[in-house]
């Protein structure tokens, strides 16, 4: 007859519960272990659904866990192991082994946390640099910036230059829309003062034409600016503008290595132009030959 079929005593506390019968964990503690083919006499149960009962044995009937050599150096071996692999390579920080750990390993590559996230910052900087040397090598790459009515309207002014600084594109157009209070606090310009210039729909063919000619087209602050572009396209019924184009601002962040916890990205470093489309493409460029310049073996900031 299984224990199954036998009623087994039970316990709904740990006081109540025998001093001679033991749980298994607690059995090892003591270096003993229930003998071949001995049965459960007794369990302890919980009130909560989502304890587990517990097996108890009667201590008396148990033999001592004895282990081989063998069993012992696999233990010992499996011990160096998992010391290993939640110990940090670089600093030696230990991840320790806890009620909750349950194979959690919070390392990345061998690093703890702290390790690798300045691995991985300096790599991203070391990457920014890189990528703005090999950027002012290219040939075709133009930088453009542009100034709104507001911060969701048109176009009001445009600039593009070539990397050697060379103005090919610089105009205020006319709006359609009016200029926000807080635009015109930014850059300075009136409605008045666009009272003589031509329309966007007007200068459009001269701005695709010079747009599509471009290898690639650096905007800081790319989201804005070319968000910008195409709902300037919709309002006066222009073909899309589609050009190649990247983020200076975001490379430019990588660059400076400032984390954002909050923001989990980099955070974005202001461009200390004039707020003038002509004066912002040139302070970009500026930012761009800062990056190119720098070394990479500077530690993170």
Request: aromatic fraction near 10%.
């Amino acid at each position: 007859m299984t224990d199954q079929a036998t009623k087994l005593a039970t316990y709904s506390n740990w006081e109540s519960v025998p001093s001679h019968l033991k749980t298994r964990s607690a059995l090892k503690k003591m270096g003993l272990r229930p003998r071949r083919g001995q049965k459960r006499v007794a369990i302890k149960t919980h009130w909560h659904w989502k304890t587990p009962d517990y097996d108890l044995y009667d201590l008396n009937r148990c033999v001592p866990n004895i282990i081989s050599d063998k069993q012992r150096a696999a233990l010992d071996k499996a011990k160096q192991q998992s010391l290993e692999s939640r110990t940090c390579h670089r600093c030696g920080w230990v991840q320790e082994l806890s009620r909750h750990y349950r194979g959690k390993q919070y390392l990345q590559g061998g690093h703890c946390p702290n390790c690798w996230d300045d691995i991985r910052r300096k790599s991203d900087r070391a990457e920014a640099i890189e990528w703005a040397g090999e950027t002012l090598k290219q040939e075709g790459v133009l930088i453009l910036d542009s100034e709104t009515t507001d911060f969701e309207g048109e176009i009001i002014e445009l600039a593009v230059i070539n990397l050697q600084g060379e103005t090919l594109y610089n105009r205020r157009f006319k709006p359609s829309l009016e200029i926000h209070p807080g635009a015109t606090a930014a850059h300075g310009i009136k409605a008045e003062d666009l009272a003589n210039e031509p329309t966007f729909e007007s200068e459009y063919a001269a701005i695709r034409d010079l747009l599509a000619s471009a290898k690639l087209v650096l905007i800081y602050n790319a989201d804005f600016d070319y968000h910008a572009l195409l709902r300037t396209c919709r309002l006066y019924n222009c073909e899309t503008l589609i050009f190649e184009h990247d983020c200076l601002m975001e490379w430019y962040a990588a660059y400076c290595n400032q984390w954002s916890y909050h923001h989990r990205s980099y955070r974005w470093q202001p461009l200390n132009g004039d707020h003038s489309a002509l004066g912002d493409c040139r302070a970009a460029l500026a930012v761009l030959k800062e990056m190119s310049e720098a070394d990479k073996e500077d530690s993170v900031r």
